[in-house]
């Protein structure tokens, strides 16, 4: 079956950089993307970029270019996203999710890592 | 970018009632060259990842009870619950992934009455 595992939380201080992994299984990592979407407390979903798992090509969320990276290891099957200079108002919950073949909804999606970004 | 605006923010229904959240979009999000539209709802439940319910905007994901169903075209989109179940408590998000930025809506808020 299809998964989506996430490392563990992180506390960060501010201007400092972070980088989540999810791992994946149970499908062939190459024929689709991986999407980013974070939430902050109490907030709504915000997409903040896709990663080719074919090849590796990405496209970000405009607010965020400059700080955020998206990275992929086939060999292992492993999804990152790297955010740099970090805020308090990057604090959130991050998801990675899997874009369906064909389609680009969101079909799977990881348990979520949260973030805590504090002085 | 698309900006998805969800009705009601907030819903109250009774059990076994039907409940309808309505999600519209600024610009179409109907591909003309498939006749797609590109529009999907997720359930998120307290403390877990969002869930997909419904993609192409009518397509029930495998596994998704057929009291959830998904109606509308262009610009103007709703979620149709047929009977309230307890276990449908949760916050629902219509997203569009026509073109990037892959926008959700605020979300809308769904409880018992």
């Known amino acids: 079956q299809v998964q989506l595992v996430q490392s563990g939380a992180e506390v960060k201080k501010p201007g400092a950089s972070v980088k989540v992994s999810c791992k994946t299984s149970?499908?062939?990592?190459?024929?689709?993307?991986i999407s980013w979407v974070r939430q902050a407390p109490g907030q709504g979903l915000e997409w903040m970029g896709w990663?080719?798992?074919?090849?590796?090509?990405?496209d970000y969320a405009q607010k965020l270019q400059g700080r955020v990276t998206m990275t992929t290891d086939t060999s292992t099957s492993t999804a990152y996203m790297e955010l740099r200079s970090l805020r308090s108002d990057d604090t959130a919950v991050y998801y990675c999710?899997?874009?369906?073949?064909?389609?680009?909804?969101?079909?799977?999606w990881g348990q979520g890592t949260l973030v805590t970004v504090s002085s | 970018d698309i900006v998805m605006t969800q009705s009601p923010d907030s819903l109250a229904v009774s059990l076994g009632e039907r409940a309808t959240i309505n999600c519209k979009s600024s610009?179409?999000?109907?591909?003309?060259?498939?006749?797609?539209?590109?529009l999907a709802w997720y359930q998120q439940k307290p403390g877990q990842p969002p869930k997909l319910l419904i993609y192409?905007?009518?397509t029930r994901e495998s596994g998704v009870p057929d009291r959830f169903s998904g109606s509308g075209s262009g610009t103007d989109f709703t979620l149709t619950i047929s009977s309230l179940q307890a276990e449908d408590v949760a916050f629902y998000y219509c997203?569009?992934?026509?073109?990037?930025?892959?926008?959700f809506g605020q979300g809308t808020k769904l409880e018992i009455k």
């Open positions: 999710a899997r874009l369906r073949y064909g389609s680009n909804c969101f079909d799977y």
């Open positions: 990663i080719s798992g074919i090849n590796g090509n990405t």
């Open positions: 149970g499908y062939t990592f190459t024929s689709s993307g």
């Open positions: 610009q179409s999000v109907l591909y003309s060259s498939n006749n797609k539209n590109y």
């Open positions: 997203q569009q992934y026509y073109n990037t930025p892959y926008t």
């Open positions: 192409w905007a009518s």
